[in-house]
T-cell receptor
Framework: AQKITQTQPGMFVQEKEAVTLDCTYDTSDPSYGLFWYKQPSSGEMIFLIYQGSYDQQNATEGRYSLNFQKARKSANLVISASQLGDSAMYFCAMREGQDTGFQKLVFGTGTRLLVSP | EAGVAQSPRYKIIEKRQSVAFWCNPISGHATLYWYQQILGQGPKLLIQFQNNGVVDDSQLPKDRFSAERLKGVDSTLKIQPAKLEDSAVYLC????????????FGQGTRLTVV
């Protein structure tokens, strides 16, 4: 079963506008972590933001925020004030399980974001 | 702090040849991952180590792929024999223990099988 679903293959946004990248997940484990990574054309995977399943507040990191809706099993990434350098692939990932360090880290299929001037 | 080191960066081989990739994780990271990323797709977990033990290799094609992590530090991933569909970027990542910790990735090895 697909654990992480990213339904938007591509998104376009104008510079300085905000954009939301969708991510839904599937797990029956009460304890899990959700991650967003950015992958520019150079290929490296850059960690952006983390949300724990027990966190009461939505995570924020600078221009990145995570709209976490636990009942809907969604963890959408919001990028405010888009910049040209935000053009990249964005991946949602999940690590589920108790805090033993043995959990798999699985990724979605990604969304390609293109920021235009 | 040094990041995850991978080598080589690029490799071109003919089908049926063998190839090996090397990864040195961040110092102190107990968990090491190997991912395969085919062009246009998300990373697919091939194998995950905890120290020098395998905790998940359910998606590793064991008839041709093998991996080891000696002494719980460096790791090698080998393909023998390679097929055309193995053309991909192979990403190594490491993390400290726990579900709340992000994984740090190396720059990857781009493999082309011709």
């Amino acid at each position: 079963a697909q654990k992480i679903t990213q339904t938007q293959p591509g998104m376009f946004v104008q510079e300085k506008e905000a954009v939301t990248l969708d991510c839904t997940y599937d797990t029956s484990d009460p304890s899990y972590g959700l991650f967003w990574y950015k992958q520019p054309s150079s290929g490296e995977m850059i960690f952006l933001i983390y949300q724990g399943s027990y966190d009461q507040q939505n995570a924020t990191e600078g221009r990145y925020s995570l709209n976490f809706q636990k009942a809907r099993k969604s963890a959408n990434l919001v990028i405010s004030a888009s910049q040209l350098g935000d053009s990249a692939m964005y991946f949602c990932a999940m690590r589920e399980g108790q805090d033993t360090g043995f959990q798999k880290l699985v990724f979605g299929t990604g969304t390609r974001l293109l920021v235009s001037p | 702090e040094a990041g995850v080191a991978q080598s080589p960066r690029y490799k071109i081989i003919e089908k049926r040849q063998s190839v090996a990739f090397w990864c040195n994780p961040i110092s102190g990271h107990a968990t090491l991952y190997w991912y395969q990323q085919i062009l246009g797709q998300g990373p697919k977990l091939l194998i995950q180590f905890q120290n020098n033990g395998v905790v998940d290799d359910s998606q590793l094609p064991k008839d041709r792929f093998s991996a080891e992590r000696l002494k719980g530090v460096d790791s090698t991933l080998k393909i023998q024999p390679a097929k055309l569909e193995d053309s991909a970027v192979y990403l190594c990542a490491s993390s400290s223990q726990g579900e709340h910790t992000e994984a740090f990735f190396g720059q990857g090895t781009r493999l082309t099988v011709v």
